[in-house]
């Protein structure tokens, strides 16, 4: 899978390709140089262990309000927003409208439905917390892009989903 990650204190977007190998490795190739093998394992809910080369980093992962991450590894913090490349080029060539007003929120990347949030009927807020998909042993919060209902759920906990499903579809509020 091809993401776009944009790093607000760099000012600079990287293409980073993600391939599982299997288990805990992955190999991450950015903007096309040398692939890393890289060993992720989970401590918690947003703490990982990132072996890379012979070298161990604690990467500590949180969601930030709004969407993106905020991560802080080797005493340095950094801002991340991630975005699915094919996603990323539709928006550039047709606009923030791509899936404005269809009332669906779905995910960018595969995943582990972790936690449904809501049922048919609930109003809610923007902003608000729909869903949890756990993506590469990140828990990723899916929100409300607008004040509404929700009209329908389209997967349940212990759901895997593959890149683009949507998770739920919501009526503006009106």
């Not at 993401?3 to 991450?28: M, Q, S, W």
């Not at 060539?93 to 048919?120: D, R, Y």
């Amino acid at each position: 899978m091809a993401y776009v990650a944009t790093i607000e204190e760099l000012g600079k977007e990287f293409r980073v390709e993600v391939v599982p190998l299997g288990g805990d490795l992955y190999k991450v190739v950015v903007d096309g140089e040398r692939g890393l093998v890289l060993d992720v394992r989970r401590h918690g809910c947003c703490v990982y262990s990132v072996l890379k080369e012979g070298e161990s980093y604690e990467v500590d992962v949180d969601n930030r309000p709004g969407g993106g991450f905020s991560v802080l590894v080797k005493g340095e913090h950094f801002h991340i927003d991630l975005m699915d490349e094919m996603k990323k080029k539709l928006l550039s060539i047709l606009g923030e409208a791509v899936g404005a007003g269809t009332g669906e929120v779905a995910t960018a990347m595969p995943g582990k439905v972790v936690k449904v949030l809501v049922s048919e009927g609930d109003q809610v807020k923007k902003d608000q917390p729909l869903v949890i998909l756990e993506a590469m042993k990140m828990e990723n919060e899916f929100k409300a892009p607008y004040d509404g209902v929700v009209k329908s759920i389209k997967v349940k906990e212990g759901d895997t989903v593959e890149a683009s499903a949507v998770l739920v579809v919501l009526e503006p509020q009106e």
